[in-house]
């Protein structure tokens, strides 16, 4: 193989990464609203925020890998053409273990990313002294004997980064950092506002407004904690005075279960109507193909080969038929990060274009696979249940199935400009034996 062709699907291979969320202007970034119920990120939480002359908190959701994160980079770069100042981060990347995590690591957590954000313009010794106060109970869990006397601020923080790093990275600390920071989550809340409100006066750029939005939430994984609740309940419902008190206009993403909960209308008390980024509609409720959401799947993947050639067609010679690549795109369901897995999964059983319908059957059952894992074997019944329904019933076993990304939720505007919702079973998973069996036991 020509040592050109080998760099082309190098290049095409990490042009498909599935875990890098696009930054805002990103020459390969589809807008797919018109295929995902005509929702607007900018609009539907941009300008409640912008509008607002008090504090917002919102939540934001969906299915993990929907792309969330590359539109909350995209309101990021709003908010701060609109003059605010925007703390942007990704809880699970540093702080948060995603199986395990509690309201305290998420607190610690915004702590750690603000004064870290904001370092050089707030005064952050009001939060500094509380950490001080506690420190003498919590240095052996940061594992170091450094005294918090005499450090500078900005050593300080590296100090309590090294507290929230250890929530993450050490389970056997975990607990033990949660039971000696949790009786002081209320008065840590007054100081870090007392940081933020010193903070506002002296934003740089003339900026006015500030916004904290904290990514990844929704990967945390249902847990039944010891008081027999699970955990998102105990997280953004127990605990969401204190999720929305902060000094700031807050974002939290939240897992797509405790949306489509029976807590529903307590999540729309505390915070209003949660905005949820659906599945690109490949197909329509009928099971027919959806021409334009196709065309945006397809659009997707030649914008980021465009990024590697220009010159090559996708019909014939980046795949080896245009039934390759449409075949490719249906199986995603519309879920552009099992799209992105997907292709990469197919290009890296090529050794020479065009990628084969061999290679990309081949990156299906790889796929398929995994869902067959996930799937335990009483719920084959409900999975073909809401195939024929179209509709996820509210209880545990449909949520499990709606988190783990089994069920896909799709939404579009009628002729009357309403929102309809939708849901169906994952492409993936309708080729998978014990789910035509299941399907075939419903039949009359």
Same mark, same amino acid.
């Given at each position: ?84 100042? !925007? ?6 990347? *540093?702080?948060?273990? +995603?199986?395990? &995590?509690?309201? #305290?690591?998420? $607190?610690? /957590? ?35 004997? !450094? ?6 601020? *900005?050593?300080?923080? +590296?100090?309590? &980064?090294?507290? #929230?790093?250890? $929530?993450? /990275? ?50 945390? &994984? ?223």
């Amino acid at each position: 193989m020509p040592e050109q062709n080998i760099e082309l699907l190098t290049n095409i291979y990490n042009a498909f990464d599935p875990f890098r969320p696009l930054p805002a202007g990103d020459p390969t970034y589809v807008d797919c609203r018109e295929v995902r119920g005509d929702g607007d990120i900018l609009l539907d939480l941009g300008n409640r925020i912008k509008l607002s002359k008090e504090n917002t908190c919102q939540l934001y959701s969906g299915h993990r890998g929907a792309g969330k994160s590359t539109e909350l980079l995209r309101l990021k770069q709003f908010l701060e053409e609109k003059n605010f100042y !925007v703390v942007y981060f990704a809880a699970d990347e *540093e702080d948060i273990d +995603s199986e395990d &995590a509690r309201y #305290t690591d998420i $607190l610690l /957590a915004c702590t750690r990313h603000i004064l870290e954000g904001l370092k050089n313009i707030g005064n952050a010794n009001p939060v500094l002294q509380w950490l001080e106060g506690r420190w003498e109970d919590i240095k052996d869990l940061a594992q170091t004997e !450094v005294s918090f006397q005499g450090m500078s601020m *900005e050593a300080q923080i +590296s100090q309590f &980064a090294k507290l #929230t790093a250890n $929530l993450r /990275a050490e389970p056997s600390l975990r607990e033990k950092i949660r039971k000696k920071v949790d009786p002081y989550t209320v008065t840590l809340i007054q100081v870090l506002n007392q940081f933020l409100k010193e903070a506002k006066k002296k934003l740089p750029d003339g900026r006015s407004e500030l916004a904290v939005i904290v990514d990844n939430l929704d990967r945390i &994984a249902p847990i039944i904690t010891d008081s027999g609740k699970i955990n998102h309940e105990e997280i953004f419902l127990d605990r969401s005075e204190q999720l929305k008190a902060l000094d700031c206009h807050l974002i939290y993403t939240v897992p797509i279960s405790l949306v489509y909960s029976k807590r529903s209308t307590d999540v729309r008390e505390s915070y209003s109507d949660t905005e949820v980024l659906p599945m690109i509609m490949v197909r329509t409720p009928d099971g027919e193909i959806c021409e334009p959401g196709l065309s945006k799947i397809k659009e997707i993947i030649s914008k980021r080969i465009s990024q590697c050639t220009t010159y090559l067609s996708l019909d014939t010679e980046i795949f080896d038929s245009p039934e390759t690549f449409q075949q490719l795109c249906l199986m995603s369901g519309g879920h552009v990060r099992n799209l992105l897995l997907l292709t990469q999964d197919a290009i890296a059983l090529t050794e020479e274009l065009p990628i084969s319908q061999r290679a990309v059957r081949r990156a299906i059952t790889k796929a398929r696979n995994t869902y067959r894992q996930t799937v335990e074997h009483n719920q084959w019944d409900l999975l073909a249940k809401v195939f024929h329904s179209k509709r996820v019933i509210n209880d545990n076993e449909h949520r499990s199935l709606l988190f783990n990304r089994c069920f896909l939720e799709y939404r579009y505007l009628d002729k009357e400009y309403e929102i309809q919702r939708w849901c169906d079973v994952h492409p993936l998973i309708r080729g998978i034996a014990e789910f035509k069996e299941a399907v075939a036991k419903m039949q009359p």
